[in-house]
C-alpha cells in the first residue's frame, strides 16, 4: 500500500447504475423488475432453490414481492440493486452493498443471489467487478466483505474464485447460521 492517507470519512454510496459488457445493475425498482425476478425464481423447486441461503423468499405471490422489492427501494444500508442481463435481456438476480462504514472505508457486498439461468456465468464476475470498482477506485475504501451461510458451498468459491481471501468462520454470526467471512484490500 502507499503512504497517501486515507481521509477520515468517505461518502456513503450514492448510484443509481453501474454498466459493464455484460451486465446493467440499477437500483431496485418494483415496477421495473419484479415480473422478472418473480418468474425466474418461483414456481418450481429448482427455480426457488435460490432462496434456500437467503433470509427470505420464496413468496407466496408476486404481490408480496412487489411490497419487498418497494420496501428495499427505500433502503440506504443495504443499498439494493437489481442486475439486468444484456444477454437475457431481463433481470436476473440482486445485489447489494451493506454494512457501510464510511469512517473505517468499509463495505460488504451481500444479498447477491441470480436465478437458476445467470448463475456460473459471465453475470456474477462482471457485477461483482463493477462494484469493487466503484468502492475501491470511486470511493476509496479499503476493505469489502464477503459473507456467506457456511452451508453455501457455491457462495464460498465464488468467493474465492473473485479474489476474496478466507478470513474466518463465525459460528454466532446470526442465529442458527454460521457464517464464513471473505475480504479483499484495497
Given amino acids: 500500500m502507499d503512504d497517501v492517507p486515507f481521509p477520515h ?10 454498466e459493464g459488457k455484460h ?3 440499477r437500483r431496485v425498482d418494483a415496477r421495473r423488475d419484479c ?18 441461503y437467503m433470509t427470505y423468499g420464496p ?4 404481490a408480496e414481492m412487489f411490497d419487498w422489492l418497494s420496501r428495499l427501494a427505500e433502503r440506504s444500508d443495504p443499498l439494493f440493486f437489481t442486475i439486468f442481463s444484456k444477454g437475457h435481456q431481463r433481470s436476473v ?8 462504514s464510511t469512517e473505517h472505508g468499509r463495505a460488504e457486498l451481500g444479498n447477491i443471489w441470480y436465478a437458476r439461468l445467470a448463475q456460473k456465468t459471465i453475470v456474477n464476475t462482471e457485477a461483482t467487478f463493477l462494484f469493487l470498482s466503484y468502492v475501491f477506485d470511486d470511493l476509496r475504501y479499503r ?7 457456511n452451508r453455501n458451498d457455491a457462495s464460498k468459491y465464488a468467493a474465492l474464485r ?7 468462520l463465525s459460528r454466532q454470526h446470526m442465529a442458527n447460521m454460521a457464517t464464513n467471512i471473505f475480504h479483499r484490500l484495497w
Avoid at 454510496?13 to 453501474?18: D, F, Q, S
Fill in 162 to 168: 473473485l479474489g476474496f481471501a478466507y478470513e474466518g
Fill in 23 to 25: 451486465v446493467l445493475a
Fill in 9 to 18: 470519512h468517505r461518502q456513503h454510496p450514492a448510484i443509481e447504475r453501474l
Fill in 59 to 62: 413468496f407466496a405471490s408476486k
Fill in 35 to 52: 415480473d422478472d425476478l418473480y418468474e425466474l425464481t418461483h414456481g418450481r423447486e429448482e427455480e426457488e432453490a435460490v432462496w434456500h
Fill in 93 to 100: 438476480g440482486m445485489y447489494a452493498i451493506m454494512n457501510i
Fill in 143 to 149: 476493505r469489502v466483505e464477503w459473507k456467506c451461510d
